[in-house]
């Protein structure tokens, strides 16, 4: 069954959002993209965009809104159909459980998981009424997978979304429609505190590469699974980490606590 190319990103002013974008207008995909705050960035991606002959328009979103599906509705709209959806926009934090607002606890809550199941739920509803398949692509973090210090509301969140991209891919599954998730280690992007254009040469001794991730090398990754070369693939995560989990067994080798801090 082969999906239509037309493709809503949501997170797409910066990073792996952007990133994603381009390749998929490439790859012949009409975009509907969001922005929460920075329309000025989301306009380079619009350029990007253009410059390959495709359509693009453009919505804002809030992911922490209970609105939030109402942004596929809108862009598949003015799309004229939908056959992809990349989940990207989220947020983090940097809180001790015991020190964690539970305000601070439901916004990341709202935002990395609630928002993205209202997304996706509402392109599936319409993958299935328009009856051609489609590829739905949570972006979680490899902390769906692994703890992070510091971080109790940001696991929960990308933790849950695993789970909703595993339940999703089964039920949707006898519509032609395939849900997966990809998990990235630390990349360079504004939400890290490093310049994207530092991919290369930001020194990380802790990871086998030695260096952060870029947001090409992940949105590789999802435009695989958005393609029709992925049609057999559902339910699975892709950790996108440059060998970074595969360090687990190494922390006893630390020689600082300076890991307690946030």
Known sequence: MSHPRLAVVTGSDSGIGAATASLLAAEGYDLGLTFHHDEESL????????????????????????????????????????????????????????????????????????????????????????????????????????????????????AGLGGLTKVMALEL??????????????????????????????????????RPGHVDEVASVIGFLCSPRAAYVTGASYVVDGGLMLMAAHGHDLQSQEWRTV
């Open 173 to 210: 599954a006898e519509h032609g429609i395939t849900v997966n998730a990809v998990a990235p280690g630390e990349i360079a992007t504004e939400m890290t505190g490093t310049p994207e254009a530092d991919a290369y040469r930001t020194d990380r001794p802790g990871n086998p590469t030695g």
């Open 43 to 158: 306009l380079e991606t619009v350029q990007a965009v253009e410059q390959r002959g495709q359509r693009c328009f453009v919505e804002p979103y809030d992911a922490s809104s209970t609105r939030a599906g109402d942004v596929v509705d809108s862009l598949a709209e003015r799309l004229g159909g939908l056959g992809v959806v990349v989940n990207v926009a989220g947020t983090g934090h940097n809180d001790r459980a015991l020190d964690l607002s539970y305000d601070r606890w439901r916004q990341v809550l709202a935002t990395d998981l609630d928002g993205p199941f209202l997304v996706a739920q509402r392109a599936a509803q319409r993958m299935v009424d328009a009856g051609e398949g489609g590829r739905i692509v949570n972006v979680t973090s490899v902390h769906e997978h692994v703890p992070r210090y510091g971080s109790a509301a940001y696991c929960a969140a990308k």
